[in-house]
């Protein structure tokens, strides 16, 4: 198994190009309330896991009858479900991670979910997508593809980040910083289908909003 997606229980907005994204051979999984917008996708997901808040017991035992895997957990723990959703993909090794409906709704949540981001071991690929704005965070380098015109936005995450080059972009950066409590790298432009953004030091978020 290469390939997990995670249905959060935030907002998705466009389930339909959500779904486009789908494979076959995908291992879904729901975050508690995320099995909603799992639905809205028009897919049952393998395993459910949460402290099943979110959801009624109606939902839980159709999601169970339709072969899903329940992972409960207690209402008191340290964890959110989408942290707890993310853990599991990682014990089944998957190499690439899609969190969906991850963004909107409360803020404390998003950033949360934002944060997850940058605890995922070195060699697995996670991102927050859900088909219309993907979200990235890297340390060295990102690969964009797109269209022209789609939005790119770069937003330090933390700290200073330096040595920011990219290609691609309509304004550029050649080896500049970024620094935290600026909005220089916000709001920039694909001038074509693919660019390019490396760094030397500190930690990125990419947001790509498609257009």
């Known amino acids: 198994m290469t390939r997990a997606i995670i249905f959060a229980n935030g907002i998705l907005s466009d389930p339909a190009s959500?779904?486009?994204m789908l494979r076959s051979d995908d291992y879904i999984i729901a975050a508690d309330g995320g099995l909603r917008n799992a639905y809205a996708a028009g897919i049952t997901p393998h395993t459910?896991?949460?402290?099943?808040?979110?959801i009624s017991p109606s939902e839980l035992v159709e999601a169970e009858n339709a072969g899903a895997q329940l992972l409960r957990y207690p209402p008191e723990k340290d964890e959110t479900d989408l942290e707890l959703a993310i853990r599991h993909a990682l014990e089944k090794k998957?190499?690439?991670i899609i969190?969906?409906?991850a963004q909107g709704g409360r803020l404390d949540q998003t950033l949360g979910n934002l944060a997850l981001l940058a605890d995922v071991p070195a060699g697995v690929?996670?991102?927050?997508?859900?088909?219309?704005?993907?979200?990235?965070l890297f340390r060295n380098s990102i690969v964009i593809t797109g269209k022209p015109g789609d939005v790119?936005?770069?937003i330090p995450w933390g700290t200073e980040v330096m040595g920011v080059v990219t290609e691609g972009l309509r304004y550029p950066l050649k080896g500049e910083t970024l620094h935290p409590q600026k909005t220089r790298g916000i709001s920039n432009e694909l001038l074509k289908q693919q660019a390019f953004v490396s760094l030397t030091q500190g930690t990125l978020i990419m947001i790509h909003t498609r257009e």
């Open 99 to 101: 969190v969906m409906g």
């Open 48 to 54: 459910l896991v949460g402290d099943f808040d979110s």
């Open 152 to 154: 790119v936005s770069l």
């Open 125 to 136: 690929n996670i991102r927050l997508d859900d088909g219309h704005e993907e979200v990235h």
């Open 94 to 96: 998957a190499s690439e």
């Open 18 to 20: 959500a779904k486009l």
